[in-house]
């Protein structure tokens, strides 16, 4: 919602230049989520969900000082605001977990949820104090950054581990869902060495690169594909945030019942066809269906990864094992944003970068098709003390 009065405000400023403050602020997100996975072991989820709450409303407030110093903007939103957004997304995924091991897919999709749907409160509320007489750009982000310092501290303080060998009665998986899961917590170096972590990291990086290109551009591509209005082409944004908020909720669940690689599969061969679409959507309503479907894939990716992690390498060790993932949105939020900005600065449209995603989710099918669950870890047996080992 802030690019266009960004650039108005700035005509020296291209696309690609404004872009660049969401793509940092999403690289330094998967930062922030590697540093407190490591950080919540040792100090417990609630003082790092503070000080998220402490970085990124000071990131956001510090933005309304820079309407026209875009490094200074690159800096408070980008990397600022991107290290609390990532110190406070793995909290909730890694704590809950532990929580709700019987419904992982279904509690960390209404986890994350939350993160998507945010911006079904900030878009109208961004817009509408931008176009206030007397506030502007600059005085919104500080405004925002005011509140989200209240309530994020606020909600941080409501954070705890489960005691020590928690599990709920009856939360015993199904076979098909025991299947799907290893019996060993990896620690982070032993999930390194194996496969499956960097095929769940491109799983993950693939989907976020597709709809975060999408959720980048959504009310400018809206207006450029079907001539609408800057005003209705806003009003997709909020039924993006819905939807993106909903397949969280959505894939998760079913990921519960078809497991996680299923879901991915599905998600990837749907976007294949959607961005393909999408090429020749002319009406807005037709554009606004298929773009919301590729938010609702967007977000499965957010609800589903997590429980997918914690399948194959256990939720002991989550926050480490996830949290360093997630490097993956944030090396996804680079390629897609900058892509879909460079082609427009250079094509004047949008169809050329959604000709080449549809054929990237095409190919990215095969990783959820094989991969499988870590092998079983193999017991080490040690010879009794002053005896050599045979």
């Known amino acids: 919602m802030f690019v266009r009065p960004l650039r108005d405000l700035n005509p020296d400023w291209n696309v690609t230049d404004v872009t660049l403050t969401f793509t940092l602020a999403i690289f330094f997100l998967g930062i922030g989520s590697t540093i407190g996975g490591f950080w919540m072991d040792r100090a417990g989820p609630r003082l790092v969900a503070t000080a998220a709450g402490i970085c990124y409303s000071v990131g956001v407030f510090l933005s309304g000082f820079a309407d026209h110093n875009l490094y200074f903007l690159w800096f408070a939103y980008g990397v600022l605001g991107g290290l609390g957004m990532g110190l406070g997304y793995i909290v909730p995924v890694a704590t809950l ?31 509408a104090l931008i176009e206030a007489p007397g506030v502007g750009v600059g005085r919104t982000f500080m405004i925002l950054g005011v ?69 980048s ?21 909020s039924l993006i945030s819905i939807f993106n908020g909903a397949g969280r909720v959505f894939w998760a669940w079913l990921s519960d ?26 009406s807005f ?37 996830y949290g360093t993932m997630l490097t993956a949105w944030g090396t ?43 092998a079983p870890q193999p017991s080490v047996a040690r010879a009794p003390a002053n005896q050599p080992a045979r």
């Open 97 to 127: 977990v532990k929580w709700f091991p019987d419904r992982r897919g279904l509690v960390t999709g209404l986890a994350v949820a939350g993160f998507g749907a945010g911006a079904l409160i900030t878009a109208p509320v961004a817009t």
């Open 147 to 215: 509140v989200y310092f209240f309530f994020v501290v606020i909600a941080a303080q409501f954070y705890r581990n489960p005691p020590a060998g928690y599990a709920p009665a009856g939360s015993q998986p199904s076979a098909l869902e025991a299947s799907q899961r290893s019996a060993h917590d990896y620690t982070l170096g032993e999930a390194l060495r194996t496969w499956q972590w960097y095929a769940l990291w491109a799983i993950l990086f693939l989907n976020v690169s597709a709809g975060i290109m999408l959720i």
């Open 217 to 237: 551009q959504a009310a400018p591509m809206a207006e450029n594909i079907t001539g609408v209005s800057a005003i209705v082409a806003a009003s997709l944004v």
């Open 257 to 282: 019942i078809i497991t996680r690689r299923y879901v991915f599969l599905v998600m990837f061969l749907l976007q294949f066809v959607l961005f393909l679409l999408m090429t020749q959507a002319r």
């Open 285 to 321: 309503a037709v554009f606004s269906i298929l773009a919301v479907i590729v938010a609702l894939c967007y977000g499965g990716g957010f609800g589903t990864m997590p429980s997918f992690a914690a399948d194959y390498f256990g939720p002991k060790y989550s926050a480490f094992v």
């Open 332 to 374: 996804g939020g680079i390629l897609g944003p900058i892509l879909i900005a460079r082609v427009k600065d250079l094509t004047g449209g949008y169809t050329q970068a959604m000709v080449i995603i549809a054929i990237i989710m095409l190919v990215s099918a095969i990783l959820p098709f094989i991969v499988r669950p870590p």
